[in-house]
């Protein structure tokens, strides 16, 4: 019913700047809130930052004040700027959106992830 896609993502040298984007697409009725998440090798997946369909934002501890999340509530994205990139940023990035969408007549809520994209970060 819904889709979640990411684009963006690379390789990169320290201290330089990427930016992820995710478009979600399908029967959408709101989106809730919409997140990105990390998983480097080895360790589990944990939440880099979010940001709700009120606009408040959440970031880890690691990341603040280095990126930046933003939405477009008309077009079904959000954004993930990354600056001042440390190889400890290494991971696959995961889009994450808590959606509520339509099914037939009903509205229902579900949790959705994308299929992830790498960000390498030399030192």
């Known amino acids: 019913q819904v889709q979640l896609v990411e684009s963006g993502g690379g390789l990169v040298q320290a201290g330089g700047s990427l930016r992820l984007s995710c478009a979600a697409s399908g029967r959408i009725f709101s989106i809730n809130a919409m997140g990105w998440y990390r998983q480097a090798p080895g360790k589990q997946r944990e939440l880099v930052a979010a940001?709700?369909?009120?606009?408040?934002?959440n970031y880890a501890d690691s990341v603040k004040g280095r990126f930046t999340i933003s939405r477009d509530a008309a077009k079904n994205t959000v954004s993930l700027q990354m600056n001042s990139l440390k190889p400890e940023d290494t991971a696959v990035y995961y889009c994450?959106?808590?959606?509520?969408?339509?099914?037939?007549?009903?509205?229902?809520?579900?949790?959705?992830w994308g299929q992830g994209t790498q960000v390498t970060v030399s030192s």
């Open positions: 940001i709700t369909s009120g606009g408040s934002t």
């Open positions: 994450n959106g808590d959606i509520t969408y339509y099914s037939g007549s009903y509205r229902r809520e579900g949790d959705y």
